[in-house]
C-alpha cells in the first residue's frame, strides 16, 4: 500500500512539475518580454520613461490596423503580400489629395484641400477595392493568396510609380501637406506629464488604433461573417456544405483587409510626412510577423485580437528598446527573426499532439 | 400506416469527364421510413445524394419534393428546402465550438449582422436534450474524440427540421452504443414523418432499420425492394451482379514457430497500457476491441510511430528497439495504416511512385540515381502479383477504387521483403468483392511464411481470416482466443473487460 501510495505521489509530482513547465512554455512570449523590458532598462534607464513609452505606444498604434487585416487574410490560411503597396498607394493619394492650398508644387492645385472624412473614404475605399480584387482571385479561381497578392503587390507598385509622376509632382515626394491632416493625425488631445515642466503629447492615431482594434474584435467574435471567416479557415469543404457562401466571405476578409491598409495609409501620409514610393515597403511583412508572434497560426481558422496587439507591441518594443540600448543596427533583424522563429515554434507546441 | 411518397429522383444522370457515374437512377422515399441505398464503392451512391443535396449539377433527370419539382443549385438552398444531410467525410470546423460547428451557415442573429451566443447555447441544449446528446456546447471540436464528434454531425442534421435526411455512413466512427443511440434518433425521426435516406456498407445495420432498399451498381439503378423481402446474400448478389458463395477464402496457411514476442509494450501518451503477445511463422493474428480500446495504438507503437514506454520486443530471439518507423521497416516490419486516404496513399502521385516509395534503395544504381527500370519493373510485378486493376502504372493512385488502392499499398510494403506485416483494417471502405481478394492475399502471405498481425472492428472477418484473435480492452489485452472455437459473443465480453 505504501509502494502504491509512493507511486500515487511520483505520479502528482511529476503531473505538476510537467503543469508548471507547461505553463513557463505557454507565456514564454509574455515572459521573454519582461525580461527584454529589464534587460534594456539597465542598459538605459531611459527606456521606461514616459515619453520612452508613448514612442513604443504610437508605433503600435501606426502597424496595428495593417496586422488586424492581415490576420483574418492568415485565418483563412492565406496572406497578403500587398498590403506593404497598398499602404504605400493610399498614403501617396492621402498625401497628394490634402496638400496644402499654399505649397508650392501641390500635386494637384485644382482641386484646393479636400475634406477630411472624404479622404479617409478614398483611401479605405481603395483598399478594399484591391481587396476585393484579390479575394475575387482567390475565390474565384482557387488560386493560393500567395499568388494573387505577389501579382497585386507588382501591379500596385507600377500604379504607385506612375501616381507620384502625376500632376504637378513629378515624382517628387509629396509633403507640404494641410494643418487640418497633420492635426488630425499627429495631433493629441491628451499629453502626458513627463517631469521637468514638459509633457509628451499621445499622438491621435493612437485612439483610432484603440477604436478600430474595438471594432475589429467585435467583427471577429460577434457577427456572423467573422464567425463564418473562422469557419472557413478551419474548413472550407464544412463550411459550404454547411450553406456559407465561400466566396462572399472570402472577398469580404480581403476588402475588410484592404479597408485596414488604406487607413494605414491615410495615417501614414501624415505620420510620414513626405511619401514617396517607397512608403509602406515591406510593411506586410511586419505584419505578417507580428500575426504569427501573436499566435494567428498558418494552420488556418484560429487567432485573437488580443494577440495581434501583443504581437505588434512585443516587435516595436524590441525594435525600439534594441535602439535605445544601442545595439547594433545590423543585429536588430537577427533579432527580430530569431523571435519569429522561436514564436512560432512555441505556438505550434499548443497544436502537436503527442504520439 | 400510411407512408406518402415524399421525394421522387427519376432518370437522374450525371457525367464526368470519361466516366458516366450515374446512369438513369431512380429513387422514391416515403414519409416515414428509412429507405437504405447500397451498392460498391463507386455504385454513385454519394454522387446521387450530391445531385439531391445541390453539390453537383446534375445532367438529366427531375427531382420531387413533397409534389413540387426541385433543383437545387447549392448546398444552401437544399438546407433551405428540407433537405440535410450527414456527410461521410466528417467536414467539420475543428479548431471552433461544438455550437458554432452546429449553427454554421444559418447563426441566429441580433440587430442583423450580429450573432446571439445567447439563444445559440439555448438551442443548442434543446437540440442536445431532445437527442439525448451529451456533449458540451462549448469544447473545441478538435478536443473531442471522433464519435462524438460524429455524434455533434448527426444533431447538426437533424437540427435543421429536414423533411429528407441523408446519413452517408454515419457509423464508421461510432461505438455500439452510439449506433443504437443513433438508432434511436432515427426512430424519432420516423415518428415525425421525415424521410430517411440511408448508405451504409454494413448488412446488419441496413436489415435492421430500413423499410425500403434500393441497390445501385455501376452507376445504375438495379433494384428497389421491401427490406423484408431481402436477405444479406440476396442483397450482396445485387450489389456484386453474380454469387458470393463464400465471404471467406479456405485457410490454408500452418502457424509454424514463435518469431515475434512482445512483452508488457505501453504508449507514453497513447492509450496503450500494456500488450503482451507472440505471433507465429505463417500465423494471422487479429487484434480485436471496441473504438479507442487501443488495438491500433498497438500496431503503430510496435511499428515505432508512436512513443514507447517500457517492454520489450524480440523478433527471432534478438531483442529489437523499432524507435521510428525507419529503424522498424528496417528490422522486417510494415505497417499498413487504418486511414488509407490520409495516411497510406500519395493520391495526386502516380501508381509506380505509390509502389516504390517504401524501398527506393533497392533501385540506386551507383548510389545516386535510381533506375527507372528497376521501379517499373517491380511495378509490374506489385500489380501483377496483387492483381491490381489499373490502366497504366502512371495512372494516380487516387483515380483507384479503394480496394486496388489498398492492394498498392500491400505490393509497397512487400517490396520491402518484411517478416511481419502489420495490417489496420485492411478491407475499410472496400468493396464486398475485393473484401474477398485482399482476404486471399492476406492468407497467401500467411502461407510464404510472413506472420500477419491484423487489427479489424469488423468481427467477422477476424473470425474468417484470423487463427488467432487476442482481444484489446482500456489499453489491455483482455483476453486471447482461438478463431476457430470462439464466438462474437465470447469477443464482445472480453472486450468489454476494463471499461
Redesign the interface.
Known amino acids: 500500500m505504501s509502494n502504491e501510495s509512493k507511486e500515487l505521489a511520483a505520479k502528482a509530482k511529476s503531473f505538476d512539475s510537467k503543469k508548471a513547465f507547461d505553463l513557463l512554455l505557454n507565456n514564454a512570449l509574455y515572459i521573454l518580454m519582461i525580461f527584454a523590458v529589464i534587460v534594456i532598462q539597465i542598459i538605459n534607464p531611459n527606456f521606461l520613461r514616459p515619453s520612452s513609452l508613448i514612442n513604443i505606444l504610437s508605433q503600435t498604434a501606426a502597424y496595428l490596423p495593417l496586422a488586424l487585416g492581415i490576420a483574418g487574410c492568415i485565418v483563412l490560411t492565406g496572406t497578403d503580400l500587398s498590403a506593404g503597396r497598398c499602404v504605400g498607394l493610399t498614403a501617396c493619394i492621402s498625401a497628394s489629395l490634402l496638400q496644402a492650398v499654399t505649397t508650392s508644387n501641390k500635386m494637384w492645385p485644382e482641386i484646393g484641400t479636400l475634406p477630411i472624412p472624404v479622404v479617409i473614404l478614398i483611401a479605405m475605399a481603395i483598399g478594399a477595392a484591391v481587396g476585393v480584387f484579390n479575394g475575387f482571385f482567390v475565390a474565384k479561381f482557387k488560386l493560393h493568396p500567395f499568388i494573387v497578392t505577389l501579382g497585386t503587390q507588382l501591379i500596385l507598385y507600377s500604379c504607385l510609380l506612375l501616381y507620384v509622376k502625376m500632376g504637378n509632382n513629378g515624382g517628387m515626394a509629396i509633403s507640404g501637406l494641410d494643418k487640418s491632416y497633420n492635426d488630425f493625425i499627429k495631433g493629441s488631445i491628451i499629453s502626458v506629464p513627463t517631469g521637468n515642466g514638459t509633457s509628451t503629447p499621445i499622438p491621435n492615431y493612437v485612439w483610432f488604433a484603440i477604436l478600430l482594434a474595438t471594432v475589429m474584435w467585435f467583427i471577429w467574435n460577434?457577427?456572423?461573417?467573422?464567425?463564418?471567416m473562422?469557419?472557413?479557415?478551419?474548413?472550407e469543404?464544412?463550411?459550404?456544405?454547411?450553406?456559407?457562401?465561400v466566396l462572399m466571405t472570402t472577398v469580404l476578409v480581403f476588402a475588410l483587409a484592404g479597408a485596414m491598409y488604406g487607413w494605414t495609409g491615410f495615417v501614414e501620409g501624415a505620420r510620414v510626412g513626405s511619401n514617396t514610393a517607397n512608403t509602406g515597403l515591406n510593411y506586410e511583412l511586419d505584419g505578417i510577423a507580428a500575426c504569427v508572434i501573436g499566435g494567428v497560426s498558418f494552420?488556418?481558422?484560429?487567432g485573437k485580437i488580443r494577440g495581434i496587439v501583443i504581437g505588434v507591441l512585443l516587435l516595436r518594443l524590441i525594435f525600439v528598446g534594441l535602439n535605445m540600448a544601442s545595439v547594433n543596427q545590423d543585429l536588430i533583424y537577427l533579432v527580430k527573426g530569431g523571435i519569429i522563429l522561436f514564436a512560432c515554434a512555441l505556438d505550434m507546441r499548443k497544436y502537436l499532439v503527442?504520439? | 400506416m400510411d407512408h406518402p411518397v415524399l421525394l421522387e429522383m427519376k432518370g437522374i444522370s450525371k457525367e464526368f469527364p470519361g466516366v458516366k457515374a450515374l446512369d438513369n437512377v431512380n429513387l422514391t422515399v416515403r414519409a416515414g421510413t428509412v429507405h437504405a441505398l447500397m451498392g460498391e464503392n463507386g455504385a454513385g451512391k454519394s454522387t446521387l445524394m450530391k445531385c439531391l443535396f445541390g453539390i453537383y449539377n446534375r445532367d438529366a433527370g427531375t427531382i420531387t419534393l413533397d409534389g413540387k419539382e426541385i433543383h437545387f443549385k447549392s448546398s444552401k438552398e437544399a438546407l433551405e428546402n428540407g433537405v440535410a444531410m450527414v456527410h461521410q467525410e466528417l467536414n467539420q470546423a475543428l479548431t471552433r465550438t461544438v455550437q458554432d460547428n452546429l449553427w454554421l451557415g444559418r447563426y441566429p442573429k441580433m440587430g442583423g449582422i450580429m450573432v446571439s451566443e445567447r439563444i445559440m447555447a439555448k438551442r443548442t441544449h434543446e437540440i442536445f436534450d431532445t437527442l439525448e446528446v451529451s456533449v458540451n456546447p462549448k469544447a473545441v471540436m478538435s478536443t473531442l474524440p471522433v464519435s462524438q464528434r460524429q455524434m455533434v454531425e448527426i444533431a447538426k442534421a437533424v437540427s435543421y427540421d429536414s423533411k429528407i435526411i441523408v446519413f452517408d455512413e454515419p457509423t464508421s466512427s461510432l461505438t455500439e452504443t452510439e449506433v443504437e443511440h443513433l438508432f434511436r434518433i432515427i426512430d424519432m425521426l420516423k415518428q415525425k414523418g421525415c424521410g430517411i435516406i440511408y448508405i451504409s456498407h454494413k448488412m446488419d445495420e441496413i436489415l435492421r432499420i430500413s423499410d425500403d432498399i434500393t441497390v445501385m451498381r455501376d452507376g445504375q439503378w438495379v433494384a428497389t425492394r421491401p427490406a423484408k423481402e431481402l436477405t444479406m446474400e440476396e442483397i450482396i448478389k445485387l450489389m456484386v451482379g453474380r454469387e458470393l458463395t463464400n465471404r471467406f477464402p479456405p485457410k490454408t496457411n500452418k502457424p509454424g514457430d514463435v518469431i515475434l514476442d512482445v512483452q508488457h509494450i505501453a504508449g507514453k501518451y497513447t492509450r496503450l497500457k500494456d500488450a503482451t503477445f507472440q505471433l507465429r511463422k505463417g500465423e494471422v493474428l487479429g487484434i480485436a476491441g471496441l473504438d479507442g480500446s487501443g488495438r491500433t495504438e498497438v500496431l503503430e507503437n510496435l511499428f515505432g510511430a508512436m512513443t514507447r514506454e517500457g517492454g520489450t520486443i524480440t523478433l527471432h530471439g534478438r531483442e529489437i528497439q523499432n524507435r521510428t518507423p525507419k529503424e522498424s521497416i528496417k528490422n522486417g516490419f510494415a505497417l499498413l495504416t487504418e486511414e488509407r486516404r490520409a495516411t497510406g496513399i500519395f493520391g495526386i502521385r502516380d501508381i509506380r511512385e505509390n509502389t516504390v516509395i517504401s524501398s527506393l534503395k533497392d533501385y540506386l544504381m551507383g548510389g545516386i540515381c535510381l533506375s527507372d527500370k528497376q521501379m517499373k519493373e517491380k511495378t509490374e510485378w506489385a500489380i501483377q502479383a496483387m492483381h491490381i486493376k489499373t490502366p497504366t502504372q502512371k495512372t494516380q493512385i487516387r483515380s483507384l477504387s479503394g480496394g486496388n488502392q489498398q492492394k498498392v499499398i500491400i505490393g509497397r510494403w512487400l517490396l520491402t521483403k518484411p517478416e511481419v506485416l502489420l495490417l489496420d483494417e485492411p478491407t475499410r471502405g472496400i468493396d464486398v468483392g475485393a473484401k474477398y481478394e485482399i482476404y486471399q492475399l492476406i492468407i497467401d502471405l500467411a502461407n510464404e511464411g510472413k506472420g500477419v498481425i491484423m487489427v479489424s472492428s469488423e468481427m467477422p472477418e477476424l473470425l474468417g481470416v484470423c487463427d488467432r484473435i487476442i482481444v484489446m480492452s482500456g489499453g489491455q489485452v483482455a483476453g486471447e482466443v482461438d478463431a476457430k472455437n470462439t464466438s462474437q459473443e465470447e469477443i464482445l465480453t472480453l472486450a468489454a473487460k476494463y471499461v
Open positions: 460577434k457577427t456572423t461573417f467573422g464567425k463564418n473562422f469557419a472557413l479557415g478551419s474548413n469543404e464544412a463550411a459550404r456544405v454547411s450553406g456559407v457562401n494552420v488556418g481558422g484560429i503527442k504520439k
